[in-house]
């Protein structure tokens, strides 16, 4: 079956530290991986991943994929109290239908 | 419109009545899925349509669970004769088409059940 595990569950860091999220998956026949940030309501899209060893970035944002290891990585630099959010990995499964993971739950104190 | 738009923002009924929630997808977007998310839990999928048809209702988790499109745009999702279970947020996404496009979300209706 399907799945994708999302690690840690929470976080909790201040103002100016560097957080690692992970995202574990496995998949028949993987065609991406995806994360999104959700903070009160609709989760907005930040990366999608196709290939190995290609870092996407956005500002302090970037994101790295293992398609060997199976997983994926999002990373925040000097994070802000606005980074505070759930962040949720998610791939493509079957033809039509996405697993998400149950997300990570970031809070950055100030 | 620019995002996706879902109404209503929430919703709270009792026990047995049956409920609409509806999905304005982005305009030209074909592909549009409805998810769930319960507390704590991440997002359940439910169906996806592209365009007019769903090929893909397995994700639905009862029968009394249905939903359509018309004109390749809005899209309700019914639950009937709903139950406590039933109380989650349900969250629409639209994309260009299916293939490994990133989904653009609305902000969800959150459903209550009294």
């Known amino acids: 079956e399907d799945k994708v595990v999302q690690s840690p569950l929470s976080l909790v860091v201040h103002e100016g530290d560097t957080v690692t999220l992970n995202c574990s998956y496995e998949?028949?026949?993987?065609?991406?991986l995806l994360w999104y940030k959700q903070e009160k309501k609709a989760p907005t899209f930040l990366f999608m991943l196709?290939?190995?060893?290609i870092e996407k970035k956005s500002g302090r944002l970037s994101s790295i994929l293992d398609k060997k290891e199976l997983f994926s990585i999002l990373n925040i630099t000097a994070t802000q109290t606005g980074d505070s959010a759930i962040y949720l990995c998610?791939?493509?499964?079957?033809?039509?239908?996405?697993?998400f993971g149950t997300g990570t739950r970031l809070k950055v104190l100030a | 419109g620019a995002g996706v738009s879902q109404s209503p923002s929430n919703k709270v009924t009792e026990k047995g009545k049956d409920v609409e929630l509806r999905c304005d997808p982005i305009?030209?977007?074909?592909?549009l899925y409805w998810y769930r998310q319960s507390l704590g839990q991440g997002l359940e999928f439910l169906i996806y349509?592209?365009?007019?048809?769903?090929?893909?209702k397995s994700g639905l988790p009862s029968d009394r669970f249905s939903a359509e499109r018309t004109g390749g745009s809005v899209s309700t999702l019914t639950i009937q004769r709903t139950q406590q279970e039933d109380s989650a947020v349900y969250l629409c996404?639209?994309?260009?088409?299916?293939?490994?496009?990133?989904?653009?979300f609305g902000d969800g209706t959150r459903l209550s059940i009294l």
């Open positions: 996404a639209s994309s260009l088409d299916r293939s490994n496009q990133p989904q653009h």
């Open positions: 998949v028949t026949n993987f065609r991406s």
């Open positions: 196709t290939s190995s060893g």
């Open positions: 998610a791939t493509p499964s079957g033809t039509y239908k996405y697993i």
């Open positions: 305009s030209g977007h074909t592909a």
């Open positions: 349509f592209q365009g007019n048809s769903a090929p893909d």
